[in-house]
């Protein structure tokens, strides 16, 4: 069975099939493997960042531009992307971001100088915007809304999860084993095998009628989002009073009141506010909001801990994460068997609570190495709370919604996604950066502390808001 619009028999809702059939299992591998492949991208050049810029001759002010350039695009264009896959067909923006993704790592693994690259940044962060909805709603309209669709999105989620790990671990094996090159290459054979497979298996999905796109509406959501975006890494990078900062989120928050106004009197708006309306939706993308922001930050501040106070190698430090990696893929794989046994709230709740309590565990933490085992099994246990609240997340953003709103769902989740693991960074920085009063390990140390204080009393805060206001219906029923 092949993935099916709409219209085809056996994926609309009540028609569910009962059981994976090989054909939908290589259509799930060919899913998962573009979804791993591109959380891999979030983090891979982390470790190989200082080893780049001495390659190319990035100035020490340039060089998070590799990461940002790649940040704002991804999170900028999602939106607009997930509602053009639903309109023009979601295989066809999935395959044809895939293509750009391939030439883009090429491009990148061949670089010569810092435009070079950082063009090919934009491109990987494009395409990641337009393959990620394509690729999520693909999956949530071959696997209706029931025990498949949540087996699918705790595999997607777990692989996600443990792809932004696994990135960390990749980038520093591969810098110290080859070359930083081969953190792009890699993405070209995995890119290639799915372009070859996938046109056979994988059968168009779009809606019957075909209605305008909104343009207005979809340039000023996406130049508000890459305002929003690039302020909230700017104040990473110059701290919260800047005035790059602070004029880039204001000119974001203009252009999204811009974006609000035009979407009430389109004719065919980009985001039909009644989806917005749904509880779920909005309440389920908080959710995930908080859960990405808080845990990629999570592992920024640790890898300071690691080697500002412990003194680990960056290399150790990536390899650390591995605990963590497994975590999420035991959450991933839990995560169906606890939605369909409770609920998705109540996953979401359990969760946070989860994670709450292990990201609290870690003001233990000391200046010597005996403190790895708390740091090992606290990331373990957060790792496991935090894919369920991801994959929570995913299934209720993406419940109670018809087929042809489904692009338009994931990519306000993959929006959710990204803008979170965009903001989470720079926001902690800037806690842990105004408590280090003086300098010194212990210094350092105390203000990690803070903000690890303040990245678990979010997720705390994430559960209350689910607990409150997110309906209690179980995870297949509205």
Known sequence: MSVTNARTAGTAVGTAPAVLTSRLRLVLVLLLAAQ?????????????????????????????????????????????FGRVADLFGRRRLFLGGLVVLGAASLLGGLAQNPQELIAARVLQGLATAAVTPAGLSLMTTAFP?????EKALGLNGA?????????????????????????????????????????????????????????????????????VVLGLTQAGEHGWGSSSALLSLAAGVVLLIVFWSVERRAAAPLVPFGVLRKRSVAWGNLAGLIAFLTETSLVFLLTLYLQDVLGFSPLAAGLSFGVLGIGTVVGGSVAPKVIARTGSKRTLVTGGILQTVSTAALLALGTGSSSMWLLLVATFVGGVGNMLVIVGFMVTATSGLADH????????????????????????SAVATAATTATGVSAVLGGLKTAIAVNAAVVLLGALVTTLLLPGARSNTR
């Open 36 to 80: 791993f492949m591109l959380a891999v991208d979030f983090s891979i050049l982390n470790v190989a960042l200082p080893v780049i810029g001495q390659g190319l001759g990035f100035s020490l002010g340039h060089l998070q531009w590799i990461g940002t350039a790649f940040a704002l695009c991804a999170a900028g264009f999602t939106l607009l």
């Open 145 to 149: 809304e029931g025990p498949l669709r």
């Open 159 to 227: 692989l996600m999860s443990a792809g932004f790990t696994t990135g960390a671990i990749l980038g520093g094996l591969l810098t110290d084993l080859l070359s930083w090159r081969w953190a792009f290459f890699v993405n070209v054979p995995v890119a290639l095998a799915v372009l070859c497979v996938a046109p056979t298996v994988i059968t168009e999905s779009r809606p019957d009628e075909r209605p305008e796109l909104d343009v207005p509406g979809a340039v000023s959501v996406t130049l508000g989002l890459l305002a």
């Open 405 to 428: 709103e489904q692009g338009l769902a994931t990519g306000l989740a993959t929006m959710t996604q990204q803008i979170g693991i965009t903001m989470g960074t720079p926001v902690m």
